[in-house]
């Protein structure tokens, strides 16, 4: 089965950016939609944004919208999200998976889950 594995997390003051990267192994995921997730203490796993598999069209919670971006280079077989001006509350563990797509952009296709990357916000 394909292992996505996310990274470029880290410590960043608020205001500030990261950009974050999952790459795919074992296998492509070309014609899939993408989706970033992200999971805070003590709360659920909830939506971030998605893309269709050809990259045009884009969804975001309405937490990041204006703020955040999603891309995807299906050739590196890898699904980016640039986050800007980064606030405390986006502290979390963000994940990356395939998504179901249609009007249901914001589930997951799959319930399987990598070991995510850890990006934190100081203020």
């Known amino acids: 089965q394909v292992q996505l594995v996310e990274s470029g997390g880290g410590l960043v003051q608020a205001g500030g950016s990261l950009r974050l990267s999952c790459a795919a192994s074992?296998?492509?995921?070309?014609?899939?939609?993408m989706g970033w997730f992200r999971q805070a203490p003590g709360k659920e796993r909830e939506f971030v944004a998605a893309?269709?598999?050809?990259?045009?069209?884009?969804y975001y919670a309405d937490s990041v919208k204006g703020r955040f971006t999603i891309s995807r280079d299906n050739a590196k077989n890898t699904v980016y999200l640039q986050m800007n001006s980064l606030k405390p509350e986006d502290t979390a563990v963000y994940y990356c998976?395939?998504?179901?797509?249609?009007?249901?952009?914001?589930?997951?296709?799959?319930?399987?889950w990598g070991q995510g990357t850890q990006v934190t916000v100081s203020s």
């Open positions: 998976n395939a998504v179901v797509g249609g009007s249901n952009y914001d589930k997951a296709l799959v319930d399987r």
């Open positions: 074992g296998g492509t995921f070309s014609s899939y939609a």
């Open positions: 893309m269709n598999w050809g990259g045009g069209r884009t």
